[in-house]
């Protein structure tokens, strides 16, 4: 029995600990937890990605998979709107997510335009406003794991019902009264998390053109490695291009983009990686913001003065 003891010890020294917290994972950290060899403390694993037969062809051991989009759908006419609470909590009891347990998100990386990641930011809000409080991205997702040198299956694995937390987070989040009101105060920030050319208008996609008057342009590429669109790149790295931005840990952020999925990016990225105090996501993004007020709210097309 001693010797059995004695390996036990190695393996769990061997195994990081890693605190109930939100933020990110390495793929070999994200392994060892996957293989703890107490079975009630190894992670619920939510493989995202919208392309089901990705996740045949190959995922994270003990993923299961939960499209993104099944989270959303058409509300009064706008497109992929958040669904109501009671669907919302259905679905992700029935993905397993529990609030005794770590989770770890993921979906996979490559070069633009690939943008996969957002799928993983996306649910990640999803979970923090369920009142979830221990979450880690997979840094540099399935590509990260393969270049880790460590092995997808193909295996099939189902999560026991799920158990939610009794209180939620929902300030997180921002709805189009929170941004018309708060938008031009001092000290506050919208961040417009699209590429350049949808900020500016330049674009085939949005019913109306531009961007919420006084946003702020950050694409979400900037803050992920060029060769990995999954992967992080430090703060000490983005910090001064945030600043230059006026995005600063200061302020109170509010994130948007077209649908809530970049904007998931910025925010998860401000609040859990370089630790901003004061960050939420406009959940209705630009297609509900054109859509509001018999299309009434003003739009720009330029970028705003510097001041």
Avoid at 8 to 29: Q, V
Avoid at 113 to 118: A, C, F, G, K, W
Avoid at 274 to 290: C, I, S
């Amino acid at each position: 029995m001693k010797p059995i003891l004695t390996i036990l010890a190695a393996i769990a020294l061997l195994t990081p600990t890693i605190h109930a917290e939100i933020g990110i994972i390495s793929p070999k950290e994200a392994k060892a937890m996957i293989e703890n060899p107490d079975a009630s403390q190894r992670p619920i694993v939510l493989d995202t990605r919208g392309g089901y037969k990705d996740y045949f062809r190959g995922h994270l051991p003990t993923a299961q998979h939960i499209n993104f989009d099944t989270l959303r759908g058409t509300d009064q006419g706008v497109p992929v709107q958040y669904l109501p609470e009671d669907l919302t909590k259905a679905l992700l009891i029935r993905a397993g997510i529990n609030k005794d347990r770590a989770h770890l998100i993921y979906a996979m990386g490559d070069v633009l335009p690939n943008d996969e990641i957002l799928s993983a930011s996306m649910v990640a809000h999803v979970l923090e406003k369920y009142g979830v409080k221990d979450i880690h991205i997979v840094d540099g997702g399935l590509l990260g794991w393969t270049r880790a040198g460590l092995t997808p299956t193909q295996e099939y694995f189902a999560n026991a019902p799920g158990v939610l937390p009794a209180e939620g987070n929902p300030g997180v989040a921002a709805d189009i009264n929170a941004v018309l009101a708060e938008k031009d105060q001092e000290g506050v920030v919208l961040v417009d998390a699209r590429p350049k050319n949808e900020y500016l208008g330049q674009d085939d996609i949005w019913l109306r053109k531009g961007h919420i008057p006084g946003a702020k342009s950050f694409h979400w590429a900037r803050l992920m490695e060029a060769d990995n669109t999954h992967k992080f790149k430090p703060f000490a790295e983005v910090k001064a291009d945030l600043e230059a931005a006026g995005i600063t840990p200061d302020k109170k952020v509010i994130c948007y983009c077209g649908t809530s999925r970049e904007g998931s990016l910025v925010a998860f990225y401000l609040k859990h990686v370089a630790h901003y105090p004061n960050v939420r996501l406009y959940e209705g993004a630009w297609k509900e913001y054109v859509w509001l007020k018999n299309k009434s709210l003003p739009a720009e097309t330029e970028a705003p003065a510097a001041k």
